[in-house]
Nanobody, 118 residues
Framework: QVQLVESGGDLVQPGGSLRLSCAAS????????MSWFRQAPGKEREFVAS????????RYADSVKGRFTISRDNAENTVYLQMNSLKPEDTAVYFC???????????WGQGTRVTVSS
């Protein structure tokens, strides 16, 4: 059974940090591009960051560049999102996403909530 399970969401003050984790099971994660998306209340889901292959190739949305870092551990089937200098506008449900390279096969997690507020 394919699963992506996110964890690490919490309430944090502006300027704080959080690390999100996404544990993958039921598929070979190293064959997938792994990403994080987020959806704020009343808004559409948006791309945050992607990491390819062994982790050397990463992409980021302009809104998080320089503050967030995506990484992956293929041996542990886990993807991470380190979020620093958090802002209230980072408040959202964060979703883990996997896309099989060269395919349209995708998987989504159930999301983890991040709230940035004083």
């Amino acid at each position: 059974q394919v699963q992506l399970v996110e964890s690490g969401g919490d309430l944090v003050q502006p300027g704080g940090s959080l690390r999100l984790s996404c544990a993958a099971s039921g598929f070979t994660m190293r064959m997938y591009a792994m990403s994080w998306f987020r959806q704020a209340p009343g808004k559409e889901r948006e791309f945050v960051a992607s990491v390819f292959n062994a982790g050397g190739d990463t992409r980021y949305a302009d809104s998080v560049k320089g503050r967030f870092t995506i990484s992956r551990d293929n041996a542990e089937n886990t993807v991470y999102l380190q979020m620093n200098s958090l802002k209230p506008e980072d408040t959202a449900v964060y979703f883990c996403h996997g896309r099989l390279l060269g395919s349209t096969t995708i998987h989504w997690g159930q999301g983890t909530r991040v709230t940035v507020s004083s």
